[in-house]
């Protein structure tokens, strides 16, 4: 037995699959009991996601347990999201245990190191209860894999293991709610049925008195009390998406148009949500098929978690030739991260930190070389881009050297580069277009209408919007009494 000495209460949200709306569930949640006065944190075991945020440790976390950290209150610590995963390709990922890189993996090698990690998952939900009134734990994908179940340290496996209850949730939107909470019970072991004390019904839209007899049809069926019918919210695409799930739909509208390239492993692509909320902007993610268009006042390449395989999917795709017709046209090019990386002579991975050792030539916009190595840089800073002040943060491996116009006044970090013609720019700095004054500096660049938008208070009213919208549809007063203070066991 493990001996927990936190004070803290405990739930977990678990969903009957990916993109359900668990994340969303829990930030919401997360803002209705810090209003209530509860001291919250927020907790996801094992996260996969290529968008992650640093933390006051100098970590990583995914960006969706920052989210809720935010939605609490308090500042996003690795112990949120102990383990978290970045794919690199269709099969291999990088491992992230408590905010530090410890190496990657295959799909397949790693479920035999998740026994140990169970360990490093356990001391951080102990740690965060400890300070906290209510931990809100997340799951990973379906409740119902029962072919990784054996090993699992993402749902019931670390429900059993740590005696947290239960509440499902079932996303009516994309159709078969009612088999798939029910067949969720059908087909996990009894003893983690157990464990589910509850379950709501997400993205209901239409009238919910036509849905009744179907809450009442899963409780039958099931024994779990319904907590709650929530409609779909409508400001959902105000709030950073966690994976590429969530990678926003190409738009065609009016406005200064605006290009990311989307490749297979973008990262941080959050990073641009800032321009997808400009009401005079058109911001459209471009898929491999897709060219980019003649009318495009900025390209973006966006940050990528294998570098040199993007790079060959971007050359496979024909954006190199789109880009430099782009270039001709007298268009502006943003590298952000990877993206920098790419815009440069040469990119070297001696190492194989991001997938086989290589070296390869970039696209040569930039007067920049980068290689591959040293200790991931995770850091926030502050500085000035084209003499504009800006704040965000570095997340990053490999270092770059530059021959180019430095585009960054920033002691100690990368100062990032400005091609010749002062319209290729490219440097390490996510959040760089959440600055309002950075972001309105770029639009009047690109002549775009002027900017009014503040990001930082949008965002926190649409958090305050989500808790609303969800406290109106869920019982938060039995899913809190639902909650349980756990008793730590190895055992599941």
């Keep these: 037995m493990l001996t927990g000495t936190g004070r803290g209460r405990a739930v977990m949200i678990q ?27 927020p907790f996801k075991p094992q996260n996969m996601s290529n968008n992650a945020a640093i933390t006051a440790e100098g970590g990583e976390i995914g960006r969706a347990q920052a989210l809720q950290a935010r939605a609490a209150g308090v500042p996003p610590s690795v112990h949120m999201n102990p383990v978290l995963l970045k794919p690199q390709s269709e099969t291999g990922a990088q491992v992230v245990v408590h905010g530090r890189v410890v190496g990657a993996t295959g799909a397949r090698a790693y479920q035999s190191m998740k026994p140990e990690l169970l360990g490093a998952v356990l001391e951080s939900f102990g740690i965060l209860r400890a300070e906290a009134d209510l931990v809100l734990v997340e799951g990973a994908g379906s409740a119902s894999e029962v072919n990784l179940r ?42 983690d049925a157990a464990t589910i004390v509850g379950f709501i019904v997400n993205r209901f839209r239409g009238d919910p008195t036509l849905f009744a007899d179907g809450m009442a049809e899963i409780e039958r069926r099931t024994g779990w009390p319904a907590l709650g019918l929530v409609p779909f919210f409508e400001h959902a695409h105000r709030l950073p998406a966690e994976d590429a799930l969530g990678l926003p739909t190409t738009r065609r509208g009016n406005g200064t148009k605006i290009v990311v390239l989307a490749y297979p492993r973008i990262a941080n692509f959050d990073d641009f949500d800032p321009l997808r909320l400009e009401p005079g902007v058109d911001l459209a993610f471009l898929r491999p098929g897709e060219a980019i268009p003649a009318d495009a006042a900025l390209v973006i390449l966006p940050g990528s ?37 790419m815009l440069g002579r040469t990119i070297a991975d001696p190492h194989g930190v991001e997938g086989p050792p290589a070296a390869v030539d970039g696209l040569g916009l930039l007067a920049v070389d980068t290689v591959l190595a040293g200790d991931k840089v995770l850091v926030e800073v502050a500085g000035r881009a084209h003499g504009v ?25 990368d100062q990032g580069a400005i091609g010749a013609n002062g319209r290729i720019a490219g440097c390490y700095i996510h959040g760089l277009l959440a600055d309002d004054r950075q972001r309105r500096h770029w639009l009047e660049r690109l002549g775009a209408p002027p900017s009014n938008l503040d990001y930082e208070a949008d965002l926190d009213a649409t958090l305050e919007r989500l808790a609303d919208h969800v406290e109106r549809h869920v019982d938060c007063d039995r899913l809190l009494a639902l909650a349980r203070t756990p008793r730590l066991s190895r055992g599941t």
């Design 150 to 191: 054996a090993a699992d340290i993402a749902n019931m496996g670390f429900a059993r293991a740590a005696g947290v209850p239960v509440v499902l949730v079932g996303d009516i939107e994309r159709g078969g709610v009612i088999a798939g909470l029910v067949g969720t019970q059908a087909v996990i072991d009894p003893a």
């Design 305 to 341: 978690k294998a570098t040199i395989a993007d790079l060959a999917a971007l050359r496979a795709a024909g954006w190199d030739i789109d880009l430099q017709a782009h270039v001709r046209r007298g268009g502006q090019v943003l590298g952000i991260c990877g993206g920098y990386q």
């Design 15 to 41: 969903g009957t699959g990916s993109d359900v709306g668990k994340s969303l569930m829990v930030t919401a949640l997360a803002r209705i009991f810090t209003r209530r006065g509860l001291t919250v944190r």
């Design 389 to 413: 002040p800006f704040k965000g943060y570095e997340m990053h491996v490999g270092r770059t050297t530059a021959s180019a116009t430095p585009l960054l006044a920033l002691d100690g970090h």
